[in-house]
């Protein structure tokens, strides 16, 4: 018995020991005897608790997180007809580069577009024609072409050139008239050689509003149709037409986003939410779109219809949509794009409102993302010079553009680059 007495209590029999004092004389039992029975017990209960919440803390907030970040890419895939990929424009490598200037005769003005040797400039404040044109390489005037007016050969409006492709050796363009139904097919070459305006062709064509124009072979164009307001709060979304010359048969649409149409108190709003600027790759295969208020590019390829929008990270998405949208008070990103078969080039602001009025003065925009036509972010060019509206010449491989406040003409030699 004695050397039960003398057997070293367990942990448990302890604690139901001094409990069972505790019940008959409270006031008699020391409690600092207890300090090594219960205050690890203590310790060990408060880590546990803070382990737990620890836990549910983490796991509330990635549910958090998850529903956040699933429900954007729901609003992503109900308004949009494609997928979204993001890139990260911190991990690209940026290039420094400087511009050089083209000295020429006359004052080159508005929307250029530039094919070896020829700068071909649309702009309203030509008196008799739509394009003036001129020789870079000694920066003599060519000549004024496309002329204004009523007559057979003559148009109340055209757009600018959005693409160049050759026939039978000559550089060659659609033009389209939107206000009197005509398809001009332009031989640049031929009028600059001879010194007047020359169509190969000029056709009847629907009364549709098209905004953008690219030739792929000899009958058939890709037309962007852009949105159109349908009544006070509701307008469609703009989507691309393969159609044909000829017969003006719609072959195949390729729509841009699910809803044929969306509702808002400010349409208006939503319609420049649309806009982009676009660009065919010269073999024809896919459409490049660079969006405004979003920091997105698309692209389309032209063969099986799918599209895909690659996106800066951490930037808005297209629940925007569903917001009043005050474009005046939004920042706007992607401005104006061209490419060649290899790279994609859109000159981006991301900064703070511009109004877009010429009286407002344009921004200064050096920075130019390069992406090839897997949407893989490839560099970001720094410039020197303002590139607001941008032409790629694929002959020599130079990037141009025009001072859209001085009208000064200058370049970036892509072949330094190695691009």
């Given at each position: 018995m004695k050397k039960e007495a003398n057997t070293p209590l367990t942990l448990a029999s302890r604690q139901t020991s001094i409990a069972s004092e505790i019940q008959k004389n409270p006031e008699a039992i020391d409690l600092s005897s207890c300090k090594s029975t219960f205050i690890p017990?203590?310790?060990?209960?408060?880590?546990?608790?803070?382990?737990?919440?620890?836990?549910?803390?983490?796991?509330?907030?990635?549910?958090?997180?998850?529903?956040i970040v699933c429900c954007k890419r729901d609003k992503d895939s109900y308004y949009f007809n494609g997928k979204i990929q993001y890139f990260n424009d911190s991990k690209t490598v940026k290039k420094t580069i400087n511009s050089k200037s083209v000295s020429l005769d006359g004052v080159p003005t508005g929307i250029i577009a530039v094919y070896d040797s020829l700068l071909l400039c649309c702009s309203p404040k030509y008196i008799d024609c739509y394009y003036g044109i001129n020789n870079l390489d000694t920066g003599e005037e060519i000549g004024f072409f496309c002329k204004k007016g009523q007559g057979p050969q003559d148009a109340n409006s055209v757009n600018p050139i959005y693409q160049f492709f050759k026939k039978e050796n000559d550089i060659c363009t659609y033009l389209r008239s939107n206000s009197d139904n005509k398809l001009f097919l332009w031989n640049i070459s031929k009028s600059v050689e001879r010194g007047i305006t020359v169509y190969d062709t000029i056709i009847s064509y629907k009364k549709n509003r098209y905004r953008f124009l690219f030739y792929q072979s000899d009958d058939i164009l890709y037309v962007n149709v852009p949105s159109d307001f349908l009544s006070r709060n509701e307008i469609s979304t703009p989507f691309y037409e393969k159609r044909t010359i000829s017969t003006q048969e719609i072959i195949r649409n390729f729509p841009i986003y699910k809803q044929k149409s969306m509702q808002s108190s400010d349409v208006t709003g939503l319609d420049l939410a649309f806009y982009t600027w676009d660009v065919i790759k010269p073999d024809g295969t896919k459409i490049a779109q660079a969006m405004r208020i979003f920091p997105q590019i698309n692209i389309i390829d032209t063969h099986t219809g799918d599209i895909i929008g690659y996106r800066l990270n951490k930037t808005p998405d297209f629940?925007?949509?569903?917001?009043?949208?005050?474009?005046?008070?939004?920042?706007?990103?992607?401005?104006?794009?061209?490419?060649?078969?290899?790279?994609?080039?859109?000159?981006?602001?991301?900064?703070?409102?511009?109004s877009g009025r010429v009286s407002s003065g344009f921004p200064f925009v050096n920075i130019i993302h390069v992406f090839d036509w897997s949407g893989n972010h490839i560099y970001e060019l720094i410039t020197d010079r303002s590139f607001f509206h941008i032409w790629l010449d694929h002959v020599r491989n130079r990037l141009y553009t025009i001072d859209m406040n001085t009208d000064e003409v200058y370049y970036l030699d892509l072949n330094e680059l190695y691009l």
């Open positions: 017990l203590s310790r060990f209960a408060v880590i546990a608790n803070r382990y737990i919440y620890s836990i549910i803390n983490l796991t509330l907030l990635t549910v958090i997180l998850c529903i629940s925007l949509f569903e917001q009043e949208l005050d474009i005046k008070s939004m920042d706007q990103y992607f401005l104006n794009i061209h490419a060649d078969d290899n790279y994609i080039y859109a000159s981006y602001w991301g900064k703070e409102p511009w």
